[in-house]
């Protein structure tokens, strides 16, 4: 079950986003684990009717799992930890659909988030996706989701927490306008081809663990597995279980929306090129063009092929919900590329930024087991290799490949193209015409050029296959979230012990085990400070100290002590240290308002919000920026420390 | 008489097998029975007479007595002016100066020439007393035994188990000299591991500096870019051991070994890396950003705001991450989010109001 901490913030989490009532339900339950109706009645001290009223909307909201017992008919209701933790990371996502997709796929995701998960027919009827005329409220209650957690992106910086309150709602508003009824439809085309919704089976609604013994009690009552005996039998149905599970778990929306390895409607980073580079989609048929050519707000397009598109997303009947493993890949991803960003040059960022995207749309989630395995426990494994032409497809025509990279030999003059001076006052500043056609292949080198740049330590951001005399770039994902993991872990050494123990955690990662005096010698540091740091890192649970006695007396003078670095330990201290950093700035942040309650009341009546430079007095309004700043930064600080989480814990 | 006579041609004879040997052999030879009678100095192959040479040899100091393989003995010269200062030594001394001689370069530790000699510990003091009044011999310091007394011969150099290699002075870790050569390291290293794109905008930087004075740093920025990869012309570890020992910040000659010790040391402080396993050193950061990072470090101990972003992330930043009674708090109780003396100050600070 999960630890106190980690309950402790899923219930702040519930309370803050849903009110009490959710609140105090999914601490009950958190706190008794499953629980039939009656005892969660007893436990919780709540009437039947809020019950039955929380529960249901809870389990809307997939908060809560529910499970009928075959056997006795009873229904149990059980906490759930995991989606009640994405409450948090709800504004990171949508900043990044936001920016992916546009403003309207981000208000059509908001909407399915607050919704739990929704029906499409519904979603066709929610005035503020479909109608033309702005609402600006239109999400009362629930509008604090986002207004609160999608702004944590902006609120980091004190200056632009204006538009704080109703993220979403600003979206709606500022959308609604030109946002025609057609475009719902295409909208969701999009997110399930790009794998960010997927659809509601009855098994989700179940906890993994029950829909596992379902599975298995459904897989042993099968006339070929019955007459499996001892070992055989357990395997089987092992394997038919996983198998069944998938099965019934399955939400797959993307079949059918994939073109080319390339979902329907992706952006292409580049927007839509001018004739030149689109050349060889014109050889090809409509379909694919549409595809290709689709412009920021042409969704529209989609419908000329509706015959390719299965008819399922058309159904108003399919339920959709938020895909978050998917989403945690794409985000982890934006993580690498920020890695990349620091080191490389823009350039090469970019085109590492297009193989992460095409490798997005193969890759499902983050990793295949539940739980992060141990260091040193964990397989390698690569993601889906993307062939060079595609990556070299990806990337923005425009881009100058060549004039970041220095020449291999100094000697030798460096020409960056299109730098030239003479040549740049005829032909202007881009001069398509020679570099486009003539350079294609040297234009492929030089992707390939940047890629390899890219594999070099210390990061190895990708790595280099040759299939079937292809040249294919991969991603080595397990790899690299254990570097991020560690990364995280060393800035942390850094910024409390400082630079000298930043050099020691290094060792003892890379040497393992030493004592003090081999220690010293690799560290090159004077024995005083080695040994205060070591003491100090220890006293923080950072690096431990084992004892290995020579004799079986174990006196300390015969004795060998090695100082050691357990990343796996330490990630799982941390973890639970950020969970509770988390709930403790959203107390203070409760706190922080709860002083200021009256004030806040005022500033939030019906007729004062939306208004108050007409109502307030120009120290109530300087009040209120003042408030909005801090709790901007309180939940700026939440976000950031869900980055770490998400590193920790789920990549 | 004869015996007289006899010790007389035998010091003659043993000073010129001596001489002999010092005019054939190299100083450091270890002589064999054979070896001395193949120098035809003793009539007739002798034995006898050889044994009486040796021992002349042997208590003039010049010779020493060694057991060589499969027990057989041997001998090795010791020059003239070293054979009269042993002459003037007494038994005791002697024996204690033997045996320190013995270990050469790596010293010896007082208890063991004690266990070696079985001499008196008083004795043993007043011995190594005179011999280090003397200037026979002298006390070292050994970097993996600071508490141990040793000695060695005075004319020697200690080796480098003693001193711990070139980064110790008198044994003791010399982090300042260090810092130096790693500083200087990472900028040479820097420079080769970025091309500097030659500025072709010159004129418009120079137009700017006539203009205001201030702007002209921010635009002389140079731009760095990388080099392709593959690329052969990052430094190595003699190319940079050769830069060091020419830039003069060195008073000794420092080997290939120490300064490849202190790459790696550079590279767990991910100041550079290490490329091909080590057969070349390539820095992260590009010389501009090495030469700001150097000048804060001198000029002020206390980090500047921007590069400790750096090292910042959710954790290090929040009061939580560093408050000292994390561990105790909870809501309600005595240390709680609510009382939290740390949160106000961090708001305060954080939005400068």
Known sequence: MSSQYASEICTLLVEDNFGELFGRIFSTLLRYNRLPLPRLKHYSGLSERQLHYGLAAMIQHRLVFHYTAYDDGITYYEANIQFSYYLVRSGKILEFIKERLGDYAAAVMSTIMLLGHAQIGYLEDLPELNAHHPISNGVTEEGDVDGEYGSIKEAEDPEGQEGEEGQVNGVNGDYAPSGPSGLLHPTLKTLAAHGYITRVREAHFQSYSDNVLDAERAVKSRPEVKQLKGKKLEEAVLEKTIDLIRERTDGDLTHGLVFNGVPRGAKRSHGTEADGPNKKSRLNYDSVDGDEDIEENEWSDDEMVGDVVPMQLSKSGLVVQVNYEKLDVALRNRRFLELAEKDASPVTSHIYECLLRRIEYQTRCCRDTAEIPREGEEGEQYSAPISLTAVVEEVDPKLDVAGSIAPKDISQPFNRRGKRPLEDGVNGDHHEGPNGVASEGNRIFDIDQHLSLLAQPPYNLTSKRTIGGLTTWTVEFRYLARKLRHLELERMVEARYGDVAFRVIRILHAKGKLDEKRLQEISLLPFKDLRQVLALMQAGGFVDLQEVPRDAQRQPSRTIYLWYYDPDRIRAGMLEDIYKTMSRCLQRLRFERSRMKDFLEKTERSDVKGNEMRYLSEAELKTLQQWKAREALLLGEVSRLDDMVAVMRDY | ?353
């Open chain 2, 1 to 353: 008489m004869t015996s007289s006579e006899s010790g007389g041609s035998t010091a003659q004879l043993a000073s010129k097998l001596y001489d002999e040997c010092l005019a054939k052999f190299p100083p450091d030879h270890l002589f064999y029975q054979q070896d001395l009678l193949g120098l035809g100095v003793v009539p007739k192959n002798d034995l006898g007479l050889l044994l009486q040479c040796t021992q002349w040899l042997v208590d003039q100091k010049l010779f020493r007595l060694l057991q060589g393989k499969n027990d057989r003995l041997s001998w090795k010269l010791i020059s003239r002016e070293d054979a009269e200062k042993l002459q003037s030594l007494s038994p005791d001394e002697s024996l204690v100066y033997n045996v320190i001689h013995s270990t050469g370069r790596s010293g010896i530790w007082v208890r063991a020439i004690q266990n070696r000699t079985n001499v008196h510990k008083s004795i043993l003091d007043r011995c190594l007393k005179s011999l280090e009044g003397k200037n026979y011999i002298k006390s070292v310091h050994n970097v993996k035994y600071p508490s141990r007394k040793m000695y060695m011969l005075a004319g020697l150099a200690p080796s480098e188990d003693v001193t711990g290699g070139a980064w110790f002075t008198d044994g003791v870790l010399d982090a300042n000299f260090i810092n130096t050569i790693a500083t200087y390291i990472e900028y040479t290293v820097s420079r080769k591991s970025w091309f500097e794109v030659p500025s072709s905008d010159g004129p418009r930087n120079k137009r700017i500096k006539t203009s205001s004075g201030a702007a002209v740093k921010q635009d002389a920025e140079k731009e760095y870019l990388a080099f392709p990869p593959g690329y052969k012309g990052y430094p190595t570890v003699s190319m940079i051991t050769a830069a060091v020992n020419e830039s003069g910040l060195t008073p000794v000659r420092l080997g290939e070994d120490s300064i490849a010790q202190l790459c790696d040391v550079l590279c767990y402080d991910n100041k550079l890396v290490a490329i091909n396993g080590g057969e070349f050193y390539k820095s992260t950061k590009n010389p501009e950003a090495v030469k700001q990072e150097q000048m804060r470090k001198e000029s002020n101990q206390e980090p500047a705001d921007t590069s400790r972003e750096l090292v910042k992330n959710g954790m290090t930043e929040a009061p939580c991450g560093q408050c000292p009674v994390f561990k105790l708090c909870t809501p309600g109780g005595a240390v709680s989010p609510e009382s939290c003396e740390y949160f106000g100050p961090w708001l305060e600070k954080a939005l400068g109001f």
